[in-house]
C-alpha cells in the first residue's frame, strides 16, 4: 500500500532583484490551514505592492481557522471565495483613491488537505510540481504572448522576444470579477510544489529550475539557491519563490 501524505512543509523568500527599485511581490502561507499564496502586484507607484500584499492577507484572513473545519471537501470552495473577495477588496480600494486606479495583482494559490492538493491562478505567477525529479507546470499563463503560443499563432521563441510578454490577461483587482483556473490532484510523498512569479521563470528555463529542485537540499536553500540563480541570469524583476513538500 502507498505511504500516505501526512503533513507539509513549506518556505519562501522574495527578492527585489537587481533593476527594479521596489519590490511588488508578496506572499504569505499557513501550513497549519494548508493554504500558501504567492502574488505579483502591478500599478504605478506604491499601488503593485498594496495590491498584492493586499490579496496575500485576504486570502489568508479568510481561510483562517480552515485547517480546524470538519468540512474537508470544502476547501477549494473556500480558496475560490477567498480569492474572489480578495479581487473584490483590492478592485474596491482602486475605486475609492485615484492614485490606486488600475492597480492589481496576479496571483498563484495552493491549498492542501491529506492527500488533495488544489492549485488555483490568475496572471503570469506559475505553479510546478517536481515529482520523481520531473518538473512539470500545473498552470497556463495568463498572459497575451502564451495565449498566442497555446493557439498557435506564436511560436515560443517570438512570445520570449515579444515587446508585449509583459501584458497579462486576468488580474486580481482590476474589473469587478475574476475568472481564477482551478487544478485539483492527489499528492505523493516527497512532491514539491513550487509557486513563484515571473521573475524566476522569466530568467530560469523550467530544466535550469529542476535542476536545482534536484540537489540534496534543504528547502531554505533551494529558495536561496533559485533567487540567486535568477539574480546571476539578469534579475530584471523581482523574484519570489515558495516551496512546498509533501510529507509521509
Ligand atoms: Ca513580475
Not at 83 to 101: D, T
Amino acid at each position: 500500500m502507498a505511504t500516505a501524505v501526512v503533513h507539509y512543509l513549506a518556505s519562501a523568500i522574495t527578492d527585489r532583484g537587481r533593476k527594479r527599485p521596489s519590490n511588488e511581490d508578496a506572499f504569505g502561507y499557513s501550513v497549519e490551514d494548508g493554504v500558501y499564496v504567492v502574488c505579483d502586484g502591478m500599478g504605478g507607484a506604491a499601488a503593485g505592492e498594496i495590491a498584492s500584499s493586499l490579496a496575500v492577507d485576504e486570502v489568508l484572513r479568510l481561510l483562517e481557522g480552515n485547517g480546524q473545519s470538519e468540512h474537508g471537501g470544502t476547501l477549494p470552495d473556500g480558496l475560490a471565495q477567498a480569492v474572489a473577495a480578495a479581487n473584490e477588496a483590492i478592485f474596491a480600494r482602486s475605486q475609492r483613491n485615484p492614485r490606486l486606479s488600475g492597480m492589481g495583482t496576479t496571483l498563484v494559490a495552493l491549498a492542501v488537505q491529506e492527500s488533495h492538493a488544489w492549485v488555483l491562478n490568475v496572471g503570469d505567477s506559475r505553479g510546478y510540481l517536481l515529482r520523481h525529479g520531473q518538473l512539470e507546470q500545473i498552470t497556463a499563463d495568463h498572459s497575451l504572448v502564451e495565449e498566442q503560443v497555446r493557439n498557435g499563432r506564436m511560436t515560443r521563441g517570438e512570445a520570449q522576444r515579444s515587446p508585449l510578454k509583459n501584458v497579462i490577461t486576468r488580474a486580481l483587482g482590476t474589473q469587478c470579477r475574476v475568472t481564477p483556473d482551478v487544478f485539483a490532484m492527489e499528492t505523493k510523498p516527497g512532491d514539491l510544489f513550487l509557486l513563484c512569479s515571473d521573475g524566476l521563470t522569466r530568467e530560469l528555463p523550467d530544466e535550469t529550475i529542476a535542476a536545482i529542485l534536484r540537489e540534496d537540499r534543504s528547502l531554505a536553500e533551494h529558495c536561496t539557491c533559485l533567487v540567486e540563480a535568477a539574480k546571476k541570469a539578469g534579475g530584471q524583476d523581482n523574484i519570489t519563490c515558495m516551496l512546498v513538500r509533501a510529507e509521509a
